[in-house]
């Protein structure tokens, strides 16, 4: 059974730093690209980061492009998400999530991943 075990939210200043841990379990990271969304109040879920198991392709959204940095760790089967320099509009719940990979560099839309983890807040004040 695929599980995503998403950890790491909480209260930070502006201008402070979070990384998010992504758990995986019943697959293994070469074989999923695995992503970073976020949803915050009142507001659409978005595509922060991904990162492809087969050629660790990744993908940043322009908002987190040069702050954010996704990683992974094949022997934790753990996908991290490095936060820095976070903002009040960064403030979100993030979710993991994954999808088996497509090869190629693909990075699939959000409606294209299958198995979701529970969410983890963060919070950025100014």
């Known amino acids: 059974e695929v599980q995503l075990q998403a950890s790491g939210g909480g209260l930070v200043q502006a201008g402070g730093s979070l990384r998010l841990s992504c758990a995986a379990s019943?697959?293994?990271?070469?074989?999923?690209?695995v992503g970073w969304f976020r949803q915050a109040p009142g507001k659409e879920r978005e595509k922060v980061s991904c990162?492809?198991?087969?050629?660790?392709?990744?993908y940043y959204a322009d908002s987190v492009k040069g702050r954010f940095t996704i990683s992974s760790d094949n022997a934790k089967n753990t996908v991290y998400l490095q936060m820095n320099s976070l903002k009040p509009e960064d403030t979100a719940v993030y979710y993991c999530?994954?999808?088996?990979?497509?090869?190629?560099?693909?990075?699939?839309?959000?409606?294209?991943?299958?198995?979701w983890g529970q969410g983890t807040l963060v919070t950025v004040s100014s």
């Open positions: 999530a994954a999808v088996r990979d497509y090869g190629l560099g693909y990075i699939p839309s959000q409606y294209e991943f299958d198995y």
């Open positions: 019943g697959f293994t990271l070469d074989d999923y690209t």
């Open positions: 990162i492809s198991g087969s050629d660790v392709s990744t």
